[in-house]
């Protein structure tokens, strides 16, 4: 088994490990990539395909796990030349993912999203799958993903995705205002132990690193949730995720990009 990598940045790199103590082959190209995509590859030992033709005429399996925006570039120049099964494993919306997947000339496709962090979940992090070919995809199950199949459309498994997103994204953002009000009125302590007991235990900690994450990814997360929108419009009126939107876009215009903020106390001194 062949498992071929477009990008090999933090999802390509463990996954790429895990698979290879498993005994399958990874391959990827660093035809025009940076010193730390080189890097990683030469760490993560996978074989070097000159550039991402080969890697598209050798490989069993291809994975696309690049920059959202490239995802679509990289599909239409491997289209014609996949000759396996071709997963596109980017955050981007249905719509984006139907537009890639278009440019694979065999048809063989998956769109596939991982629900979650890889770097910190490990190969476990759930991938759901949907599309022409996401049941041979989730085949690697046998080599220890964790590859869910939720419906044969594609497309399908970037909405949800998108979804969970609008949600988690919609929370956080909740938090971090009524977070910091409790702090301008030195009720922030208060306010986490009471949400802790209306929640769940943990809630407390889960809550304060959401608020720190938040504000430390605000630029992505605005843009991300113009993706969401892009997707939600279609089906309703869209309120909450594009006041969500509003509040990272806030708070990028606020903090110090090259600061490290150690608690959530010193991030909400610097917005005052
Ligand atoms: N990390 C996660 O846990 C996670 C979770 C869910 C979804 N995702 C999605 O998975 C995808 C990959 O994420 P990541 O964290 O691995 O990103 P990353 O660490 O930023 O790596 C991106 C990789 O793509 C390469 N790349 C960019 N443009 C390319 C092109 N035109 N052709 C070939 N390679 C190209 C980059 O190479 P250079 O270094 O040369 O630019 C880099 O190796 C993204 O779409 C992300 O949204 C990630």
Same mark, same amino acid.
């Given at each position: 088994?062949?498992?071929?990598?477009?990008?090999?940045?933090?999802?390509?790199?463990?996954?790429?490990?895990?698979?290879?103590?498993?005994?399958?082959?990874?391959?990827?190209?660093? !035809?025009?990539?940076?010193?730390?995509?080189? +890097?990683?590859? !030469? !760490?993560?030992?996978?074989?070097?395909?000159?550039?991402?033709? &080969?890697?598209?005429?050798?490989?069993?399996?291809?994975?696309?796990?690049? &920059?959202?925006?490239?995802?679509?570039?990289?599909?239409?120049?491997?289209?014609?030349?996949?000759? #396996?099964?071709?997963?596109?494993?980017?955050?981007?919306?249905?719509? &984006?993912?139907?537009?890639?997947?278009?440019?694979?000339?065999?048809?063989?496709?998956?769109?596939?999203?991982?629900?979650? #962090?890889? +770097?910190?979940?490990?190969? +476990?992090?759930?991938?759901?799958?949907?599309?022409?070919? *996401?049941?041979?995809? *989730?085949?690697?199950?046998?080599?220890?993903?964790?590859?869910?199949?939720?419906?044969?459309?594609? #497309?399908? *498994?970037?909405?949800?995705?998108?979804?969970?997103?609008?949600? &988690?994204?919609?929370?956080?953002?909740?938090?971090?205002?009524?977070? /910091?009000?409790?702090?301008?009125? #030195?009720?922030?302590?208060?306010?986490?132990?009471?949400?802790?007991?209306?929640?769940?235990?943990?809630?407390?900690?889960?809550?304060?690193?959401?608020?720190?994450?938040?504000? %430390?990814?605000?630029?992505?997360? *605005?843009?991300?949730?113009? !993706? %969401?929108?892009?997707?939600?419009?279609?089906?309703?009126?869209?309120?909450?995720?594009?006041?969500?939107?509003?509040?990272? +876009?806030? %708070?990028?215009?606020?903090?110090?990009?090259?600061?490290?903020?150690?608690? /959530?106390?010193?991030?909400?001194?610097? %917005?005052?």
């Amino acid at each position: 088994m062949k498992v071929g990598f477009i990008g090999f940045g933090e999802v390509a790199s463990n996954l790429s490990k895990w698979l290879k103590d498993e005994g399958v082959e990874s391959y990827t190209s660093l !035809e025009n990539r940076s010193s730390k995509t080189k +890097k990683l590859a !030469e !760490e993560y030992a996978a074989n070097i395909c000159p550039d991402n033709k &080969t890697l598209a005429e050798l490989s069993d399996i291809l994975i696309s796990a690049v &920059t959202p925006a490239e995802a679509v570039n990289v599909a239409e120049e491997v289209g014609k030349y996949v000759k #396996g099964i071709y997963v596109d494993l980017n955050n981007i919306s249905p719509q &984006t993912v139907r537009k890639a997947l278009g440019n694979i000339e065999n048809g063989k496709t998956v769109d596939a999203a991982i629900m979650g #962090g890889i +770097k910190k979940e490990g190969v +476990k992090v759930q991938i759901i799958a949907s599309g022409r070919c *996401a049941s041979q995809f *989730a085949g690697l199950n046998k080599y220890g993903l964790n590859i869910k199949i939720v419906n044969h459309d594609p #497309g399908k *498994a970037k909405a949800l995705k998108m979804l969970r997103s609008s949600y &988690t994204k919609g929370v956080s953002a909740l938090l971090l205002e009524s977070l /910091y009000s409790a702090y301008m009125m #030195g009720l922030d302590k208060e306010f986490l132990e009471n949400l802790e007991r209306t929640e769940c235990p943990g809630f407390k900690n889960s809550a304060i690193s959401r608020v720190k994450s938040s504000a %430390i990814h605000s630029q992505r997360k *605005a843009q991300e949730m113009d !993706e %969401i929108i892009n997707f939600m419009i279609e089906y309703g009126h869209i309120i909450m995720s594009k006041s969500t939107k509003e509040v990272f +876009k806030d %708070i990028y215009s606020k903090i110090s990009h090259d600061k490290r903020y150690e608690n /959530y106390k010193e991030l909400f001194e610097s %917005i005052k």
